[in-house]
């Protein structure tokens, strides 16, 4: 069982910048892939980045340039820097963790919301 902790979210000014951090409680050498989604009100959950066992990063074309995918593998924590922030980045953000059973896991979300 892998318990995902978020954090981070908050109010940010449109072009501001924003760091969310994901914390494990399994080592994230015994995950495979560790991602972020988002869900703003009325839509559907949307997958944003993934970063896999092998280091490699993948990112939705929304976010592409802007935000960036890293683990600390020490601190078995994922982290999202967010920057250039828009009003529809306004979101909830969950980390999700899949193992290599095949088993996922979410964590309960942290709210990011950009208006001036």
């Known amino acids: 069982q892998v318990q995902l902790v978020e954090s981070g979210g908050g109010l940010v000014q449109p072009g501001g910048s924003l760091r969310l951090s994901c914390a494990s409680s399994?080592?994230?050498?015994?995950?495979?892939?560790m991602a972020w989604y988002r869900q703003a009100p009325g839509k559907q959950r949307e997958w944003v980045a993934r970063v896999t066992s092998a280091d490699t990063t993948y990112y939705a074309d929304s976010v592409k340039g802007r935000f960036t995918i890293s683990e600390d593998r020490a601190k078995n924590t994922v982290y999202l820097q967010m920057g250039g922030l828009k009003a529809e980045d306004t979101a909830v953000y969950y980390c999700?963790?899949?193992?290599?059973?095949?088993?996922?896991?979410w964590g309960q979300g942290t709210q990011v919301t950009v208006s001036s």
């Open positions: 999700y963790a899949r193992d290599f059973r095949e088993n996922s896991y």
């Open positions: 399994a080592s994230i050498a015994a995950i495979n892939v």
